[in-house]
């Protein structure tokens, strides 16, 4: 399998993350978005959004960091990432969509005005940040894992922007129950970091 990757984006590494989670193995190929290789012919047939992550399985592309996790999820034998439980399946996907729009534009647009100097609207990031951080917050007071009693894709796909937040200047600190998570993940066998990741207590 190949994954069209860029190291320093969130989405990209919520895909790495979980391939070295659970072993599966993926080769990478980086997409120079210096050279804007992100428009390349060969990226906009994959995907016409002209994003990453993609994934190309054989004949099956799969785009979209969430839809990648189910579909690798998917293929594993250990049901535990993605349980065949229509209970937990709607309470994993609620996650998703929080990772593809809260956190989107929460953190992970602070940190694309702070760090790449994207035209974003900063007040706007902010807000959502300081709107999701305290449900998060209030949900992993009473569980250990964000849609199960064990980890699953939710927290893969919700945990890579966070880790990072501190890029955008939003401070996650403060955040006991989220930070005791983000040092639960971090401690998962086999677990690697993103780049420039905050430091968590082990
Ligand atoms: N919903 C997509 C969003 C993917 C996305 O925004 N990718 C960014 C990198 S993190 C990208 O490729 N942007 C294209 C660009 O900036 O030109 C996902 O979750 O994979």
């Known amino acids: 399998m190949k994954l069209y990757d860029l190291d320093v984006s969130g989405n990209c590494y919520k895909v790495r993350l979980f391939a070295a989670l659970t072993g599966i193995p993926v080769d990478l190929v980086p997409v120079d978005f210096s050279k804007g290789e992100q428009h390349s012919q060969l990226l906009t047939k994959l995907n016409p959004f002209q994003e990453v992550p993609v994934l190309v399985d054989g004949e099956t592309v799969i785009r979209d960091s969430q839809a990648i996790l189910v579909y690798l ?84 796909a919700v945990f890579p922007y966070l880790s990072v937040a501190h890029e955008g200047s939003v401070d996650v600190t403060p955040y006991i129950a989220l930070m005791a998570w983000m040092a639960r993940v971090s401690r998962l066998p086999n677990f690697i970091p993103m780049p420039d990741m905050l430091t968590l207590p082990q």
């Open 73 to 156: 999820a998917c293929s594993l034998s250990d049901q535990r990432w993605w349980p065949d439980d229509r209970r937990v399946q709607a309470d994993i996907v609620g996650w998703l969509s929080v990772a593809a729009c809260e956190i989107r534009n929460g953190p992970n647009a602070a940190r694309l005005i702070r760090k790449f100097g994207a035209d974003l609207d900063m007040e706007a990031a902010l807000h959502w940040s300081n709107r999701i951080l305290p449900i998060l917050n209030k949900h992993l007071e009473s569980q250990e894992w964000l849609a199960s009693s064990h980890p699953t894709i939710a927290d893969c």
